[in-house]
C-alpha cells in the first residue's frame, strides 16, 4: 500500500488534519515519536478511512507514493528542524515537506533555502481554525514552489473550508515563507479584532451598565449584521456561559491575556518594514499590561473616574455608537494588516495577491467574517488599491461611523475606560487624512539638535538651518 499523504506529529491539529485527509477519500500515512498516539488514532478513527499506521520514520516514508508529501505537525521552533533533520536524508529530490506548525516565516524562509539545495520542496503552510477547522476544513496558507503547490493543491482544496460562494480557503500564497507571514498577519489581525471586541464588551458593561447576558445578546443581534463574524460568535457564547455557581463565567476568570507570539511577530515584523499596525500593537501590549499583576495591583489607587452607567434609556443608544466605533475601528486594522502584507510581499518579492488572501479568510479561520468578502471585492476591483481606506465602499462606511466612533471615545475617556484599540484606530484614520502632521516639527527639531537636514515644501533638495549661528539656510 502506498499512501497518497503522510502526517507525522499526531496531536491534536496533527490528528484532526489526518482524519481530514482520510474522510475525504485519500490515504493517510500516520506517524508521531510516541507510538501509542499512533495506534490510538487508528484504532479510534480507523474507520473513517484508509490509514497507514508506521511506527518508524523509514517506515513512515517508505509507505508514502512519490513524490512523497509528508505534513509535519509539530511545535514550532525546534522540534521542527529535529523532524526535518531525521526525515531530509530519507526523502528524494521532488519530495515535499509541508510544515503546518505557527512557523516564523524566517525560519520558514531559511529551511526552503536549505531543502531546496537537496531537492526538496518546504512548504510552510499557515493554517487556521483550530481543532475543529482541523478536522472539517480550516483556512490554509501553503507558500513554497509552485511546482509542489500543483502536486498538493487539489487535495488542500478538497479539505479545506469553503466560502460561501463554494471557493475553497486555499490559494498558493507565494514562494517560500509567503504562506507563514500571511497566517502571522492572520494572527496580528485575530488578536486586533479580539482586543476591540473586548473594548467593546467593557463599554458596554461600564458605560451602558449591562449585564454579561445582556451583552452576549447585543453580539448576537450584532452577528447578524456587517459584523457577523466567528469571533462575535463565540464571543456571544462566551460571555452567556455562567460557572457551575452560577456566577458569568467572564467575571470568575483570571482578567491576564496570555500569548504564544504570533501577534508580537506581527508587530516586530511591521516594525522592522515600516509599517503602523498601531491596532495590532495595541492589542499585544493590552495582553501584556493585562498580565503586569504586581504592576497592576501597586496602580489601583491611581486617581480617576470611575465609570457611571448611563441611565437605561439612554443605553441602547450607546449600544449602536459602540457598533460603529467597532465597526470602524476593525475596518482600520484590517487596512493596517493588508498594508503590512503588501510590505512584506514588496520587500521578499512575494507577489501576494490580497484579494486572495481576503478570499480564503473567508472560511475556516479564526477571523472568518462576512466583512472579507468585501475585501476581496475591493482588491479584486482595484488590486493596486493604496489601502483599504481607499476603497470607496470602506470609506463611506467610515464616514457614517465616525461621529459615533468619536463620540464613544469621548465617552470611554470621560469614564475612565481604557479603549486602547478604538483609540489607536482612529488616531491612525485621522493621521492619514490630516493636511499636515507635526512631523514638520519633528524634521525641524532633529535639524537643530542633530543637523540631521530637512526637505522644503516650495523647492528641491535638502537643506539644513545654521540654528547654532545666524540661522541662515544653506542646501545640505
Ligand atoms: C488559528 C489560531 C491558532 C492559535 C493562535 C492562538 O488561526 O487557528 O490563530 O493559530 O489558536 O496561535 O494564539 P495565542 O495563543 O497567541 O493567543
Given at each position: 500500500t502506498s499512501a497518497q499523504i503522510g502526517v507525522t506529529g499526531l496531536a491534536v491539529m496533527g490528528r484532526n488534519l489526518a482524519r481530514n485527509f482520510a474522510r475525504n477519500g485519500y490515504s493517510v500515512a500516520v506517524h508521531n515519536r510516541t507510538v501509542s498516539r499512533t495506534r490510538a488514532l487508528v484504532e479510534e478513527f480507523g474507520h473513517e478511512g484508509a490509514f497507514v499506521a508506521a511506527e518508524t520514520a523509514k517506515d513512515f516514508v517508505a509507505a508514502l507514493e512519490r513524490p512523497r508529501r509528508l505534513v509535519v505537525m509539530v511545535k514550532a521552533g525546534e522540534p521542527t528542524d529535529a523532524v526535518i533533520e531525521e526525515f531530509a536524508p530519507l526523502l528524494e529530490p521532488g519530495d515535499m515537506i509541508i510544515d503546518g506548525g505557527n512557523a516564523h516565516f524566517a525560519d520558514t524562509r531559511r529551511r526552503e533555502r536549505e531543502l531546496r539545495e537537496h531537492g526538496i520542496h518546504f512548504v510552510g503552510t499557515g493554517i487556521s481554525g483550530g481543532e475543529e477547522g482541523a478536522l472539517h476544513g480550516p483556512s490554509i496558507m501553503p507558500g513554497g514552489s509552485v511546482e509542489s503547490y500543483g502536486s498538493l493543491g487539489p487535495m488542500l482544496e478538497k479539505i479545506s473550508a469553503k466560502a460561501a460562494d463554494g471557493a475553497p480557503c486555499v490559494t498558493h500564497v507565494g514562494p517560500d515563507g509567503a504562506g507563514h507571514f500571511v497566517k502571522m498577519v492572520h494572527n496580528g489581525i485575530e488578536y486586533a479584532d479580539m482586543q476591540l471586541i473586548g473594548e467593546a464588551y467593557q463599554l458596554l458593561r461600564d458605560v451602558a451598565g449591562y449585564s454579561p447576558a445582556q451583552i452576549a445578546d447585543i453580539f448576537r443581534t450584532w452577528n447578524t449584521g456587517r459584523l457577523d463574524s466567528y469571533l462575535i460568535e463565540i464571543t456571544a457564547e462566551v460571555l452567556s456561559h455562567v460557572d457551575a455557581g452560577g456566577k458569568p463565567f467572564v467575571d470568575v476568570v483570571v482578567d491576564q491575556a496570555e500569548q504564544k507570539g504570533t501577534g508580537r511577530w506581527t508587530v516586530q515584523i511591521a516594525l522592522d518594514l515600516g509599517v503602523p499596525v498601531s491596532g495590532i500593537a495595541e492589542a499585544v501590549f493590552a495582553r501584556s499590561l493585562s498580565g503586569h499583576a504586581a504592576l497592576r495591583e501597586a496602580s489601583r489607587g491611581l486617581a480617576g473616574p470611575k465609570p457611571t452607567p448611563l441611565a437605561e434609556s439612554e443605553a441602547a443608544a450607546f449600544a449602536d455608537r459602540v457598533e460603529q466605533a467597532l465597526y470602524a475601528s476593525k475596518i482600520v486594522s484590517y487596512t493596517q494588516g493588508f498594508h503590512e502584507i503588501a510590505a512584506g510581499s514588496e520587500e521578499y518579492g512575494w507577489d501576494i495577491d490580497l484579494g486572495e488572501v481576503a478570499s480564503i479568510w473567508r472560511g475556516g479561520c479564526i477571523i472568518r467574517a462576512a466583512f472579507l468578502d468585501r475585501i476581496r471585492t475591493a482588491y479584486d476591483a482595484?488590486?493596486?488599491?493604496?489601502?483599504?481606506?481607499?476603497?470607496e465602499t470602506f470609506a463611506r462606511e467610515i464616514a457614517a461611523a465616525q461621529d459615533d466612533w468619536r463620540e464613544v471615545l469621548v465617552a470611554a475617556t470621560r469614564q475612565g475606560v481604557p479603549t486602547p484599540g478604538f483609540a489607536a484606530a482612529l488616531a491612525y484614520y485621522d493621521a492619514l487624512r490630516a493636511?499636515?502632521?507635526p512631523a514638520a516639527l519633528t524634521q525641524g527639531q532633529r535639524d537643530f539638535f542633530g543637523a540631521h537636514t530637512y526637505r522644503r515644501v516650495d523647492r528641491e533638495g535638502a537643506f539644513h538651518t545654521l540654528w547654532g549661528g545666524d540661522r541662515s539656510e544653506v542646501p545640505a
Open positions: 482595484r488590486s493596486d488599491l493604496p489601502s483599504l481606506l481607499s476603497d493636511e499636515r502632521l
